[in-house]
């Protein structure tokens, strides 16, 4: 397996991964991609970083399986956001998605991060993911109810990152 920085030719296949997973409206994720596209069209900006997971390595069967996007939190000193991670579901349950995570809490080490913060839904359909974020060590430090629609929370994970 292999995490690069995303490219253009990597845009369809994370659109169909999102779609893919069935957890998300249109509306998010066309939101999703907006991101990716951001990131792609202004790297120098920085406000975004996406990085894909290819699985195998190399060679003719080499596809994207996963993908994350991050970025530093505006007006704050240290403190990072995840703001999506998606694995191909026919792929989920291999480690990729634990892979991508620790590759992010690499990265905002790596750029002096202390904090790393994931916003998401409590939706039903949510669960494997809020299981995801606390098998991960992440703990829940804040719940907006009937945030995002009624009976539909804000859930707010948080991790502090120690320097390595």
């Not at 894909?52 to 990072?80: E, H, I, N, W």
């Not at 913060?117 to 606390?134: A, D, M, N, V, W």
Request: with cysteine.
């Amino acid at each position: 397996m292999k995490i690069r920085p995303v490219e253009q030719r990597d845009r369809d296949r994370i659109h169909d991964i999102l779609v893919a997973t069935a957890r998300f409206t249109e509306e998010e994720v066309r939101c999703a991609i907006e991101l990716v596209d951001s990131a792609l069209e202004h790297p120098e900006k920085g406000d975004y970083h996406v990085h894909v997971l290819d699985a195998p390595d190399s060679g003719p069967k080499r596809m994207v399986q996963g993908y994350v996007c991050f970025g530093a939190t505006p007006l704050t000193d240290g403190v990072f956001d995840l703001y999506w991670i998606a694995v191909d579901p026919n792929q989920q349950g291999q480690g990729f998605g634990q892979l991508l995570l620790r590759f992010v809490e690499n990265e905002v080490r790596r750029q002096r991060g202390r904090m790393l913060l994931i916003e998401t839904s409590s939706k039903e359909s949510y669960g494997p993911t809020l299981r995801f974020y606390q098998r991960s060590g992440y703990d829940e430090i804040s719940r907006i109810k009937d945030f995002y629609r009624i009976e539909d929370d804000k859930v707010v994970f948080c991790k502090k990152l120690s320097q390595p």
